[in-house]
């Protein structure tokens, strides 16, 4: 079984400023992959990054990049330069990686508001 | 623009109405799935089809029924929902290889029942 904690129900940071989101998971499978997922008042949920557990190089996507701690089982996402479109709720996810499996494990969520 | 389409985007209906959520995508993708969502809170897996086969059932109640009737195509019919049903309802689609692609997701449909 997996599970994913995100620790911090909500935050906020000034437009323009970098936050991280921090996302800590437990998983006793050996390939997997990790997705931060974006889900603003419009509600579609958008992949933002994902992260092969068997890479040891940190994704990045423009303004988005995640700290990827293998041994801590820590994946936290930075946002740099925020946007005032980044206000959304993110989700991290976990999946196994083994064939015929489709199930995402969620996280409960951080609430994240860019202040103007 | 989403590539996964849902209709209609609200739906608002009484407990002994029968109606049906639609969900559409494109990219050619065999996994489609759906998901329950209430506020605040992260999305839960109802259903999952694989080559438009039934592959997991969340322990759903019957008063919701999946039906894959081709590739592209997913529906869910709803028949006698309880008002703790209202939530949004998100569709899902990924390729079921062995490199898992990650799920494209739809809008939604917000549903309300009376």
């Known amino acids: 079984a997996q599970t994913v904690t995100q620790s911090q129900p909500e935050m906020s940071v000034q437009e323009a400023e970098t936050v991280t989101l921090s996302c800590t998971y437990d998983?006793?499978?050996?390939?997997?992959?990790l997705f931060w997922y974006k889900q603003p008042p419009s509600r579609q949920m958008i992949l933002v990054i994902r992260?092969?557990?068997?890479?040891?190089q940190n994704a990045t996507e423009n303004r988005f990049s995640v700290n990827f701690q293998k041994a801590a089982k820590s994946f936290s996402l930075k946002i740099s330069d925020s946007q005032l479109g980044d206000t959304a709720m993110y989700f991290c996810?976990?999946?196994?990686?083994?064939?015929?499996?489709?199930?995402?494990?969620f996280g409960k969520g951080t609430k994240l508001s860019v202040i103007p | 623009d989403t590539e996964v389409t849902q209709t209609p985007k609200h739906l608002v209906m009484g407990m002994t109405n029968k109606k049906s959520l639609k969900c559409e995508q494109h990219?050619?993708?065999?996994?489609m799935y759906w998901y329950k969502q209430k506020a605040k809170k992260p999305p839960e897996l109802m259903f999952v089809?694989?080559?438009?086969?039934?592959?997991i059932n969340e322990s759903v109640p019957s008063r919701f029924s999946p039906e894959c009737p081709n590739s592209s195509l997913l529906n869910l019919h709803l028949h006698a929902l309880q008002p703790e049903d209202s939530a949004l309802y998100l569709c899902?689609?990924?390729?079921?290889?062995?490199?898992?692609?990650?799920?494209?997701f739809g809008d939604g449909t917000r549903l309300s029942i009376l």
């Open positions: 992260q092969e557990a068997y890479k040891q």
């Open positions: 996810a976990s999946k196994y990686s083994g064939a015929g499996s489709y199930q995402l494990t």
């Open positions: 998983t006793s499978e050996s390939n997997y992959y």
């Open positions: 899902a689609s990924s390729q079921p290889d062995r490199l898992p692609q990650p799920q494209h």
């Open positions: 990219m050619g993708h065999r996994a």
């Open positions: 089809y694989s080559y438009e086969k039934l592959s």
